[in-house]
């Protein structure tokens, strides 16, 4: 019976990946152009041009079908802009050596991987004494439920980096858990390095006294930013900063960016600005409300550290300050949920070995609806398919928030309300 369930589980994940690479379309590789193009400019001597967005310019540039030849002939209208440090451009550089569609499948299988590998370390940590079966019919649901959910289909189709940030954020917790402090940080320093947002991790350790790893991801990011500034100028990374002090006060409100200030924005433009990716400058009150909303909620995650004494606690306090991240940032596109697959299934673990295991298994079966309709648009495309709905204007896609942070979030708070983390063995 016990190899039936895996066979079964094994044509489970076959689907769900299945299902997500049918989405994989090199013509609307939107974000992943855009690393190619980065790739392209890195190895010619327009490098300087990477950072083409000073205040006012266009923030999408049409491709000229001579630089990025490829990207143009497989259909690809523009190339957007690119934000991250220079030093990345040393991982795009190789990409740009291969054609288009061979560079944009790599990213797509390297997603995919990452994604199955993150789903098996979170089922290993949500489940630590659940037998080889038990965690392989675990880690089908969880890849089943992650690829019917549009971040993961979105992340395939436009070529988003998403999952491998995930990826290195996940490595880093259980790198450390098992000790391996160094390779913890290196992991943690990297993520950094590509995307700043997962900075306030660094805190989870240095509450934790885990010096080691915070020595080693300090280091790493020291290294790596050494490296850059002698390889691509001081100039290059002014570049940079400008372009994202540009960002400090603006973002954008269209009905996919869930961010704190896209929302409250949204409720002050007009309908058609929500469709049309406009940046727009916060007023005061909109910079007020978020940071105070997100400086209580990381008072709060930190109020709760000494609940991560255990190592079930330990995993749900990173969880809970993955999702916190991912709330805080600015620009906190749909696609960027997949790095909630760890505290689901952190939380998913917690609901489903609970004292009332009947109301935890419901809310269990109802976390994993609301993952696959992280993207409020999948909600309200399924509804007006079915004529469940009369159609929803641009106003009030972007009014909802994601489901699945705002389950998530609350389901931590009331698991830290009712009673301390459990303690069991493993990490």
Not at 264 to 277: D, G, H, Y
Request: proline share 5%; net charge positive; glycine share 8%.
């Amino acid at each position: 019976m016990s190899k039936l369930l895996c066979v079964l589980a094994g044509l489970a994940v076959v689907w769900g990946l299945s299902r997500a690479l049918q989405q994989a379309k090199p013509r609307e590789g939107f974000d992943f152009v855009t690393y190619y193009a980065a790739g392209k400019l890195a190895t010619s001597s327009e490098s300087a041009a990477v950072y083409h967005r000073v205040a006012g310019d266009e923030s999408k540039i049409p491709l000229d079908g001579v630089l990025f030849r490829e990207a143009y002939e497989a259909g690809v209208p523009w190339c957007g802009q690119y934000y991250n440090l220079p030093i990345c451009l040393l991982l795009f550089k190789p990409l740009a050596l291969l054609r288009f569609e061979h560079a944009y499948r790599l990213v797509t299988a390297l997603n995919l991987a990452s994604l199955l590998l993150t789903a098996w370390m979170a089922v290993q940590a949500a489940a630590p004494r659940a037998t080889p079966v038990g965690r392989w019919i675990g880690f089908a649901c969880l890849s089943v439920v992650a690829c019917s959910s549009h971040p993961v289909l979105y992340n395939a189709r436009i070529g988003n980096l998403s999952p491998l940030l995930a990826l290195a954020c996940v490595v880093a917790w259980v790198w450390d858990s098992r000790g391996h402090t160094v390779l913890a940080g290196t992991a943690l320093g990297l993520s950094i390095i590509f995307k700043p947002s997962p900075l306030p991790l660094l805190l989870y350790f240095a509450l934790r006294r885990r010096w080691p790893t915070v020595v080693s991801t300090l280091v790493t990011v020291a290294a790596l930013l050494a490296i850059g500034l002698a390889y691509y100028g001081v100039a290059m990374h002014m570049r940079w900063y400008e372009l994202i002090a540009y960002y400090a006060d603006r973002t954008f409100v269209a009905w996919n960016n869930q961010s704190l200030s896209a929302g409250l924005l949204r409720l002050t433009v007009r309908a058609e600005e929500i469709v049309a990716w406009e940046v727009i400058a916060e007023p005061l009150w909109v910079i007020g409300l978020e940071r105070l909303s997100v400086l209580t909620g990381f008072a709060w995650w930190l109020a709760c550290f000494r609940r991560w004494s255990t190592s079930q606690g330990a995993a749900m306090g990173y969880a809970a300050g993955l999702l916190l991240v991912n709330i805080a940032s600015p620009f906190a596109w749909t696609h960027y949920y997949v790095v909630a697959i760890w505290p689901i299934a952190i939380l998913a673990g917690e609901l489903w070995h609970g004292e009332r295991r009947g109301a935890g298994r419901l809310a269990l079966l109802a976390l994993s609806v609301v993952t696959w309709a992280a993207d409020p648009m999948a909600l309200f495309e399924f509804a007006r398919n079915w004529r469940l709905l009369p159609p929803v204007g641009p106003l009030a896609r972007g009014l909802v928030v994601s489901n699945t942070l705002a389950t998530a979030v609350l389901g931590f708070i009331w698991l830290q309300r009712r009673r301390p983390p459990r303690e069991t063995h493993g990490g």
